[in-house]
């Protein structure tokens, strides 16, 4: 299932957001992910270089999860970022949250599009929207900027929730 979320805001004078798009990963994504996941492998909890055969691997049990959603981020038709979000037992989990691209175009486009994952998500079933991460990655104040709080601290990572409005 091919899943389409549009942003296409008019601006105003005071702040110009681009237009940018999301759409669920597709096989031809997976050079561009595991390039990504690979550039920022520090930041993530799994830290070794992703091999093309591990790519697909990941990719077909992605496909078989009826409730795992990896959107792609574009601006115009370039994929900047992606953003995962995957039901558990009882909360929605983000994951894989990386900028692969950054242009002066796409600022603030990926948290816009964290904002509609999560309505996204939401609207599917009502539960906790949390997230795990590495304790000294520095992307906490940008969720922190994106309504999450620190629900709870482990030796090496966080976890934080979605405060709905």
Known sequence: MKIMIHNDQDTNMYFSKPSYSLREAVED????????KNAHSQRFFYREKISPA?????????????????????????PIGCI??????DHWDIYNVIRGVNKPRSRGCMGAAL??????????KTVPVQLKVLANNPAHDWYKENLFSVIE????HVIMQYQTL
């Open 29 to 36: 994504d997976q050079e561009t992910l595991r390039t990504w």
């Open 153 to 156: 601290t482990g030796q090496d």
């Open 115 to 124: 904002h509609q994952i999560v309505e996204f998500a939401l609207q599917r």
């Open 84 to 89: 995962g979000i995957r039901l558990l037992d």
């Open 54 to 78: 591990q790519q697909r691997q990941w990719f077909t049990n992605y496909l078989t999860r009826a409730e795992d959603h990896l959107f792609m981020v574009l601006v115009e038709t370039l």
